[in-house]
């Protein structure tokens, strides 16, 4: 068997309500002075007032930081290692979407260690120590809880990412609790981007695809693929949040040690430019991207087909298997109320050229496409989605 290594997060806490006891779960790992990383949208909705009322009532002071933006900037990141400081804090708590927690890990980093961001870019190169990490997602899907990656806008749009074990956090905390009041379209694409994950993870041609992943992926998608109608057309069902926080979770363990590839480099180009949420823009590339890479992949697709969509266990034959899963995951994303072409989010045909020129960039991403993607190839895919 090829060797691989897979590391994730120490110690994970699934539990409806569990952020409203974060001082027994949290407090001794995050010391006397807690920092909060939050957006201005979930503090606002009172989101995190239940974990700020149990650590003060245990005798820890707050600070919260509440500025984290969509696609976070540099400017954001340093007020906010500038601010707890200036607090003196000892522990840090990441609470919100995939934009917060991936602050809050480079804040812990930079707090505990005199580390220079500049060095700490790309993979492997931050070192640490970090502050005491502890992060509380908000949305099911980006899977950030249990990656080692934050990804920081630098200058007007370049993403710049770090990659390291050392920022993956002490401690996960998943409580449906917080995610039931998230809207139907983002529990939509938040949701599909973590099937992408599972899906991307699971054919990936990474050297380090392994049977640890490939096991998660599958209990991803078939948690996912159960529950996220439910979650998307009645958001209070507690049941299908936390399966949905749970399958976003075991696809993130996936792709966390099995990179993702095409649908996502592809993705990036949609976003960057068009400012299409995250989600959204794989969900309007997936079908294609899938179609594209059949030919050496249908046989991957048809071993997990039927985990996400259960009626596909009756199709014979795994090209047949292969194709009736593309087929399912277009019907779920047009069924959940998403746009499906990329002229519904007005990117006009005439951009596709460039976006397939951009998406080269993501070679690190591409490297893992189970079919090897020219920029024709892109520039076809494109053309299939507008
Ligand atoms: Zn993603």
């Not at 696609?71 to 000892?90: C, I, K, N, W, Y």
């Not at 380090?208 to 996912?224: F, Q």
């Not at 890479?293 to 087909?305: F, G, K, S, T």
């Not at 002229?343 to 993501?362: F, H, L, T, W, Y």
């Amino acid at each position: 068997m090829a060797p691989f290594i897979f590391n994730t997060t120490k110690s994970l806490v699934f539990e409806t309500g569990a952020s409203a006891r974060l001082a027994e779960v949290a407090g001794q790992t995050l010391g006397k002075s807690v920092l909060l990383v939050t957006d201005p949208g979930l503090r606002q909705l009172g989101l995190a007032d239940p974990a700020i009322a149990s650590l003060e009532a245990a005798g820890h002071s707050v600070a919260v930081f509440d500025k984290v933006e969509a696609d976070p900037s540099r400017e954001t990141l340093m007020q906010a290692v500038a601010f707890g400081r200036s607090v003196g804090a000892t522990g840090v708590v990441g609470l919100g979407g995939g934009s917060s927690l991936d602050v809050s890990k480079l804040v812990a980093l930079l707090l505990g260690s005199d580390e220079d961001l500049d060095e700490a870019w790309g993979v492997a190169q931050a070192k640490g120590p970090r502050l005491p990490l502890v992060l509380v997602p908000t949305t099911a899907g980006t899977g950030s809880e249990v990656t080692p990656v934050s990804i920081i806008t630098v200058g007007a749009e370049e993403k710049r990412g770090v990659s390291s074990p050392v920022i993956l956090p002490d401690i996960a905390v998943l409580d449906a609790d917080l995610t039931v009041g998230l809207p139907a379209h983002i529990t939509a694409a938040t949701g599909v981007d973590a099937m992408v994950h599972a899906i991307e993870a699971y054919a990936s041609k990474s050297a380090n695809n392994n049977p640890l992943s490939k096991m998660l992926a599958r209990e991803a998608l078939r948690l996912l693929g159960a529950n996220i109608e439910a979650a998307v057309f009645n958001g209070q069902d507690k049941g299908a949040r936390g399966a949905m926080l749970l399958g976003s979770m075991l696809a993130g363990q996936a792709f966390a040690n099995s990179p993702v590839a095409a649908v996502h480099a592809l993705a990036y180009p949609i976003g960057g430019t068009f400012h299409v949420p995250h989600g959204l823009s794989n969900a309007l590339v997936l079908p294609h991207v899938l179609r594209f890479n059949a030919p050496d992949a249908h046989a991957l697709y048809a071993e997990i087909a039927a985990d996400a969509f259960p009626q596909i266990v009756e199709v014979e034959g795994s090209q047949a298997r292969c194709a009736a899963f593309i087929d399912a995951l277009a019907d779920l994303s047009k069924h959940l109320g998403m746009q499906t072409r990329l002229r519904d989010v007005n990117i006009p045909e005439d951009a596709i050229g460039k976006m397939a020129a951009d998406s080269m960039i993501q070679q690190r991403l591409l490297v893992n496409n189970p079919r090897a993607v020219t920029e024709r190839d892109a520039f076809n895919i494109y053309k299939a989605a507008w």
